[in-house]
């Protein structure tokens, strides 16, 4: 059974947007923070926003002013709006969670030292020219 479920990825062409959400389907309590990270063909994981308990929230570099990463705790649902989309965007995205709240450096969500642990199976994000 998966706790972590995406939707909302498909094909846009570069400058597009799209709209991620990620239903926490058992047990909300546990995601005290989560984020999304992507992983492009052949490469490593990133994480690339992420959302704490309190509503703050981090980006990568690379998706700073063109993502925003938000959560209803009403619906138990995440989301990340994608705008100004590039093709280096193109990735399979994962939402993920830490019950114990994220890793915070300077006090602010670390994207890196927090520890997830629990994975959705990911939503396909491709962007054309």
């Known amino acids: 059974q998966v706790d972590l479920v995406e939707s909302g990825g498909g094909s846009v062409q570069a400058g597009g947007s799209l709209r991620l959400s990620c239903v926490v389907s058992?047990?909300?309590?546990?995601?005290?923070?989560m984020a999304w990270v992507r992983q492009p063909p052949g490469n490593e994981r990133e994480a690339v926003a992420v959302i704490d308990r309190d509503g703050s929230a981090n980006y990568a570099d690379s998706v700073k002013g063109r993502f925003t990463i938000s959560k209803d705790n009403a619906k138990n649902t995440l989301y990340l709006e994608m705008n100004g989309l590039k093709l280096e965007d193109s990735a399979m995205y994962y939402c993920?969670?830490?019950?114990?709240?994220?890793?915070?450096?300077?006090?602010?969500?670390?994207?890196?030292?927090?520890?997830?642990?629990?994975w959705g199976q990911g939503t396909q994000v491709t962007v054309s020219s």
């Open positions: 058992r047990n909300p309590a546990r995601s005290a923070c």
């Open positions: 993920a969670d830490d019950p114990w709240g994220c890793t915070l450096i300077n006090g602010s969500p670390s994207l890196v030292y927090t520890s997830y642990r629990r």
